[in-house]
Structures are given as C-alpha cells and as structure tokens.
C-alpha cells in the first residue's frame, strides 16, 4: 500500500498541482483529521486512532503605502486514544492544544522585493491547570522577491524556543506558475503545494506539511512533563469551489515519521534543525503508535490580497 501511494504521489507531482490564482489567500480554512488506527511500535497489543483539527485565520492591513502589518493565527488539536492501557504517569488519552500567531511587519521595496518580520508566540498545552510553562516564544525573518512575472523566490529562518530546547528552520519561500494550468507553492521544508487547475473552479495535486512541536502537560500525574509530536503528512487533494470565495478540500495521504513521544521536562536537547539533535541524550516514557493513512476534509475562504 505505501509503495503504491509513493508511486501515485511522485505521478501527481510530476504532473500536477492546485489552482489557486497568484495573488489570493486563504483567509480562513478550518479543517478536520481522522488517521486509521495503528499498531503501537512495541510493549502494547491493540491499536491507537488519531484525530485532529487545523484551523487558521489571516489578517493584515497598511501602516504605510509599502509597510503592512500582517498576523497569522494557526490553532492545532490532536486526540490519540489509545486501546491498550497505560501507566498512570503516561497521558493516555492525549489531548494536546496548540495556538501559534505569527505577527509583525512586511515591508515592500522599491526593486520589487519582500521583507517580513514577524514575532512568534504559541500557547502549547494539554490545556490542564494551564499557566506560564505552556508559553513558547519564536520569530520568523524572510525576504523574497521577482525573479519574473511567475516565479518569486526567497529565503530565511523561523526559530522558536521549544520544551526540548532552541529549534531552528531555514525555510525557502516558493511562489512559482510555471504554466497556466501548474502552480508551485511552500515555505519548505514546512508546507508544500503543487496544484493542477483541472478548470476554473477544480484543483488538484500534492500537499506535504511536517512540523515539530512541543505541548506541556500539566495534569496532576504527570506534572511538569511535555509532548513532542512529529509528522510528516503525504497527501493528494482535491480542492472545489462551493460559492463565490468559498471552496471545499479533500485530502487522502499517509503520515511519515510520527510520533507523540513524552519527557521529563528537564529533559532536552542542546540545539535542533530539521531532522538533526545535538546533545540529544533524552529517555522516551511513552510507547507510540505506527505511521498510517490520514484524511482532512477543509473549509476555506479564499480572496484576492490587495497590492
């Protein structure tokens, strides 16, 4: 089954993607998750199902004629419920929030290119006898510009202080049409997009999305501990308008690489990036559960961003 979704996902994106016009947005996208249970990957018998949302909101307006000021509001939540039954000291269920806003300033110039600076702040909690442990702090830096009329290009950095310790992401911005019908975008390694306008009102294509965070547990068993979860979701999508700005999203894929793994909380790591730890001499708690198929269905309001 996985060899068969690599094969068709390495088809799509050789030949197509989604059909969202250069210069729009989604404004608003709120979104539902449902993964087919998995194994757990040792210690337990029976299986685990994960559930979610991902909801996000965008907003901005002008300071200046070439200064905005733009805010991002992203709110995750994961459920795991697991068959098997765990140790009083390991959350089981899981219910993990997090709230992540992306605010500052962009700033446009005269040859064309795009700087944004944006402060970072999450709230990343099992949102029990919540207080100040659950706030992580970050930022983003980028500048990108024109290369030509269908292709802009950039590059920078988010870095946020993580429960494992400092975390940092070089990104490239990516915002490329490379026909009519093909259109290319990301802020890799994070997002991905390649769309294909099957017509005016129907896209397809591949969508890659992998993050890593971290949520403080604060119930009374486990006190003072935090989840780390990781994924990589591989999917093609479908992505349809109802009325006018509103569209509807459909995605079928796969997970790579997940986990819900706990720790003390004085457990960390001296530095990370992308898929590499330094100073990583961390002790798992929990036992997780198997990659497997996931399926998001998405609400969006979609409008064209004034120049």
């Known amino acids: ?10 088809i799509v994106f050789a030949a ?52 905005m000021f733009a805010i991002n509001v992203n709110h995750f939540y ?21 709230i992540i806003v992306r605010a500052g300033i962009v700033q446009n110039f005269n040859n064309g290119g795009e700087m944004r600076l944006l402060a970072a702040p999450r709230l990343m909690s099992d949102f029990q006898n919540l207080d100040g442990n659950s706030m992580q702090w970050g930022a983003l830096a980028s500048y990108q510009n024109d290369l030509n009329a269908d292709l802009n290009l ?10 494992f310790g400092p975390y940092l992401v070089p990104i490239i911005l990516l915002d490329w049409r490379v026909s009519e019908r093909w259109y290319l975008e990301g802020m890799i390694p994070v997002t991905f997009r390649a769309h294909y306008r099957v017509n005016e009102g129907l896209d397809v ?3 890659h999305f992998g993050l890593i965070t971290s949520y403080y547990l604060g119930d009374e068993e486990y006190a003072g501990d935090y989840l780390e979860r990781q994924s990589i979701d591989l999917s093609l999508f479908a992505r349809q308008r109802i009325y006018k700005n509103f569209f509807i999203e459909g995605m079928v ?3 790579v690489g997940r ?36 399926f998001t269905l998405k609400l969006i309001f979609n409008m064209q961003v004034p120049d």
């Open 259 to 294: 986990s819900y793994r706990q720790y003390e909380g004085d457990q960390t790591v001296s530095f990370a990036i992308p898929l590499v730890t330094f100073g990583d001499e961390r002790t798992v708690k929990n036992t997780t559960f198997q990659d497997g198929m996931i």
């Open 154 to 163: 950039g590059f920078g950095a988010m870095f946020n202080r993580e429960l």
């Open 16 to 67: 197509s993607l989604q059909a969202q016009d250069r210069g729009t947005r989604d404004i608003i996208s709120l979104s539902g998750r449902y993964a087919l249970p998995g194994e757990y990957k040792e210690t337990y018998e029976g299986k685990a199902a994960e559930t979610g949302m991902l909801n996000s909101l965008t907003a901005g307006f002008k300071l200046a004629p070439r200064t």
């Open 253 to 255: 894929g796969r997970t």
């Open 78 to 98: 994961f459920h795991v419920e697991d068959e098997a039954e765990m140790p009083d000291d390991i959350a089981s269920p899981i219910n993990i929030h997090g």
């Open 1 to 10: 089954m996985l060899r068969s979704l690599i094969i068709l996902t390495l």
């Open 205 to 207: 294509g591949f969508n």
